[in-house]
């Protein structure tokens, strides 16, 4: 079953088609890679299935549920989170801090328990607690303001803000950029463990493709604005034609 589907979707800025009639999906419990240069659009892809960016035509569906069109947070209320290029967190704020924040908007559906299991103070640390397992340093860390930590650990924060709304869809764009191979290793290894022990539906956008499509089921590449390859990761990864033309190695 697919969690994500998106046909014939087209994103302008201006008179540039940013996305022009793109069509995937993304399966439900599974990491789809999405590949390509700089400017094929992957950025905008994510930012348009989150709210960010509107389509002028196409549809986006979630769990069979048409969210093009509907704004960010109630996207994120039905289980999407975003981690943008960057990171974005509030580099004032504690790592704790930070981590509340990504709990402010949950799904309808976790809200709703919350008010028949107990105070969602107990829930929220629950959320925390599964972040601290997954990211030990940010356990570590946790009182440290976020100016304090290094660029993988940064990295590790807005990933783990992301989780504390309790998503099911994680959107992640370029978490490799910038971060040194061993950390990249260790993100890559979170991603897995999110998809074959939580459940996680993953839509990652990346550069560093050979490390994309080690730990992809499937792999989508974007050339200016529209898919060109939508196949199996490790068909992509073993196409030395292929990627030597549009991945570059």
Known sequence: MNALELRDVTVRY???????GVTLTAA???ITAVLGANGAGKSTLLRTVSGLVRPVSGSIAYDGRVIAGRRVEDITRMGLAHVPEGRGIITELTVEENLRLGALIRPREERGRSAAMGPRAAERS???????ELFPVLYERRRHTAATLSGGERQMLAIGRALMSRPSLL???EPSLGLAPRVVAQIMAVLRRLRDEGGHTVLLVE??????????DRAVVLNLGEVVIDDEAHRIAGDDQLRHAYLGF
């Not at 629950?126 to 601290?132: G, I, K």
């Not at 550069?207 to 992809?216: E, G, K, M, T, Y």
Request: charged share 20%; net charge neutral.
């Open 171 to 173: 959107l992640l764009d």
């Open 126 to 132: 629950e959320a925390m607690d599964s972040v601290f």
């Open 28 to 30: 439900k419990g599974a």
């Open 207 to 216: 550069q560093n493709a050979r490390s994309a499509l080690s730990i992809a």
């Open 14 to 20: 201006g008179a540039v088609r940013a996305l022009n």
